[in-house]
């Protein structure tokens, strides 16, 4: 019944490793975003992709790289990982990229990542 | 580029009472989305109200309410007969109207704690 699921909820892992997040929605929706919340809980858009393609790329590091299999999944995977990573990363989706009263962006239940 | 700007880090309000939270934005775009959206200690962002611009008359939600000031660029929340499950981060978040621009771009949150 979950709108927009992630996978893993929480990661910890060694500075220097590579990990992956995962993001599944199973509304039909075209568009799908990746957030991220640092400790000071500010939240800002990474990514966001339109029916697999690139849309948004909020000058992030190279380090992250969004794959998106097919328009319900859209993954993170993070390499050499930073003690700087350390936040929580949300994924979203919206039935795609229009304005309009509809379109709001439903929002996963977040992946908490600490770096050590 | 647009702003968005909470100056209330922390509020307080007692259970039953009234309490608005203030949000000011800076765009030069005249068609947009303004939101306010919840994040209780589960982390689960929870779209709480939204606005659109070209609308005079403000939003309501049961308890929740709005003060959309365009020329002034405020969006204040206010919560009537407020409850203990209403402590929560409440950030507010603008989003463009226009196809590609779907990203929301949000403040920097106001913790709201409710006492008995």
């Known amino acids: 019944d979950t709108a927009v699921s992630q996978t893993p909820k929480y990661l910890v892992t060694q500075m220097g490793n590579d990990k992956s997040i995962k993001c599944e929605q199973n509304l039909g929706h075209d568009t799908m975003y990746w957030y991220k919340q640092d400790s000071k809980k500010f939240l800002k858009i990474m990514f966001s992709?339109?029916?697999?393609?690139?849309?948004i790329n909020e000058t992030v590091p190279n380090r992250f790289s969004p794959k998106s299999p097919d328009k319900a999944h859209l993954n993170l995977h993070i390499n050499s990982l930073e003690l700087g990573d350390s936040a929580v990363y949300f994924c979203?989706?919206?039935?795609?990229?229009?304005?309009?009263?509809?379109?709001?962006?439903?929002f996963g239940p977040g992946t908490r990542l600490t770096v050590l | 580029a647009q702003t968005v700007t909470q100056s209330q880090p922390e509020m307080s309000v007692q259970e039953a009472e009234t309490v608005t939270l203030s949000c000011t934005y800076d765009?030069?775009?005249?068609?947009?989305?303004l939101f306010w959206y919840k994040q209780p200690p589960s982390r689960q962002m929870i779209l709480v109200i939204r606005q659109e611009a070209y609308k005079q008359q403000n939003a309501t939600e049961n308890r929740f309410s709005v003060n959309f000031q365009k020329a002034a660029k405020s969006f204040s929340l206010k919560i009537s007969d407020s409850q203990l499950g209403d402590a929560a981060m409440y950030f507010c978040a603008y989003r463009d109207n226009t196809g590609t621009a779907s990203k929301l771009t949000f403040g920097t949150g106001t913790r709201l704690q409710v006492t008995l």
């Open positions: 765009t030069s775009e005249s068609d947009y989305y």
């Open positions: 979203a989706s919206s039935q795609d990229l229009a304005g309009g009263p509809g379109n709001e962006q439903f």
């Open positions: 992709y339109n029916n697999k393609e690139l849309i």
